[in-house]
């Protein structure tokens, strides 16, 4: 994920730990990983989900719609909630609360418990994520901090990818119920490793929500924040019933379902390491490529995803497609805003697990009103609107994001 070289160091070499280093950073990752699987969990999982809680499948995409709009509320509320807290305690205390959500999860006798629990796991998710982006540049020297910050990233992209057909896995073999009860063990050690590696982190300077909104006045945020909500809410539209789609369009058995989600997040997380060789070469062209990509595989799959083989392509089609969404969008906001990173950052959380709880909700009113099918064609309408907006809207320079490193401004 190349782009990240470009980002700005956002605090003083005095002012960063001299502890933490390579592990503290590996540490971070697997928070990001956790809290992404965390929210994404409910997808490979909604037939299951739905027939013991005795709801629907468009019902049961609630979890994911709650959870959503939940992190995209609680991201910059958080961040400015603990003010100067040690950033070190504010995270574990973020993943113990993911740990006891997923747990409420497993154990939810009915969906109102089930849709409390994915409240805290919103809770959780927002904050976590919102605050880890900027940790890397604290973690190690200044030269090492934009592959710190690459690797605390990736943890989000794979677990876009990977978190899914995991669930998916687990939920066949056991049930849904031990699928969220791994995760909570996971979320505990997880606890466990941020306490023991990382160093005390007081906070720099504290996020004001007034900075936030002002940054809505830059064209080049807008657009960016533009493109994430149609392509994320067009790509979750569709992929939050990912499974009904491919058992009711592509005839496959319940047994094939995390085999085929398993190749879409191979496919994925190549998509996310492809787009982030090419975004420093060509942020728009990238851009362009992926919403292409994903409109296309979308609404493709009524047409060539009518057995297994067809779905699989399609599958791959779509996985390197997404996989690329997230480093390409964080690359053109922080470009577009490379004086106040943790700003940007926060509105870029808040937007994308909005649209993440746009989609799932938008998605399953389409499922229950006309059909897992019917979903495909408004995702990959969303999904050429993002590319129009990318093409007719404002970009960023790269040289402004490389002018502010060599500054050396936060």
């Given amino acids: ?60 995409g609630l979890t994911l719609t709650v959870t959503g709009l939940v992190a995209a509320l609680s991201a910059p ?19 113990a609360l993911l740990a006891a959500a997923n747990a409420l999860s497993a154990w939810s006798p009915e969906f109102a418990v089930m849709v409390a629990a994915r409240v805290l796991v919103g809770i959780g998710m927002g904050g976590v994520w919102a605050l880890a982006g900027g940790l890397g540049s604290r973690l190690v020297p200044a030269r090492s901090a934009g592959p710190a910050t690459s690797v605390i990233f990736s943890g989000i992209a794979v677990a876009s990818v990977v978190g899914v057909p ?15 009860l791994s995760v909570a063990g996971l979320a505990s050690l997880v606890a466990v490793a941020l306490a023991v590696l990382l160093p005390p982190l007081p906070a720099g300077r504290a996020v004001a929500l007034g900075g936030v909104v002002r940054l809505l006045g830059d064209a080049r945020v807008v657009t960016g ?37 398993l190749v879409y997040g191979v496919a994925g997380i190549a998509g996310n390491f ?16 992926v919403c292409a990509a994903l409109a296309g595989s979308v609404l493709l ?51 994308f697990n909005g649209a ?29 609107g993002a590319l129009l ?14 002018a502010g490193l060599s500054r050396g401004r936060p």
């Fill in 1 to 60: 994920m190349a782009n990240v070289d470009d980002l700005p160091v956002s605090l003083s070499a005095s002012a960063r730990p001299s502890r933490g280093g390579w592990p503290g950073v590996v540490a971070v990752a697997a928070g990001t990983f956790t809290v992404v699987t965390s929210e994404m969990l409910p997808v490979g999982l909604l037939t299951p989900i739905g027939g013991s809680l005795h709801v629907s499948e468009g019902t049961a």
């Fill in 77 to 95: 509320l958080v961040a400015a909630a603990v003010g100067r807290l040690d950033r070190r305690t504010v995270l574990c205390s973020l993943m």
């Fill in 166 to 180: 995991a669930g998916a896995y687990l939920g066949e073999l056991a049930g849904w119920r031990a699928a969220f």
């Fill in 225 to 261: 924040l533009v493109v994430v909500t149609l392509l994320v809410t067009g790509h979750f539209a569709a992929y939050t019933y990912v499974r009904p789609v491919l058992e009711e369009v592509s005839g496959v058995r319940a047994s094939m379902v995390g085999t085929l989600l």
């Fill in 274 to 289: 492809l787009a982030g060789a090419r975004v420093g070469r060509s942020l728009r062209g990238t851009l362009l490529v």
């Fill in 301 to 351: 799959v009524p047409l060539l995803g009518l057995s297994v083989a067809g779905a699989a392509v399609l599958l791959v089609v779509w996985g390197l497609a997404y996989g690329g969404v997230s480093v390409s969008a964080q690359t053109w906001l922080a470009l577009a805003a490379p004086e106040d990173r943790e700003g940007v950052t926060s509105l870029f959380v808040g937007v």
């Fill in 356 to 384: 993440i709880a746009l989609g799932a909700f938008a998605g399953g009113l389409v499922v229950d009103g006309f059909g897992a099918r019917a979903v495909l064609l408004p995702a990959g309408f969303l999904a050429i």
């Fill in 389 to 402: 907006a990318v093409l007719l809207g404002r970009a960023p320079s790269p040289a402004a994001g490389c």
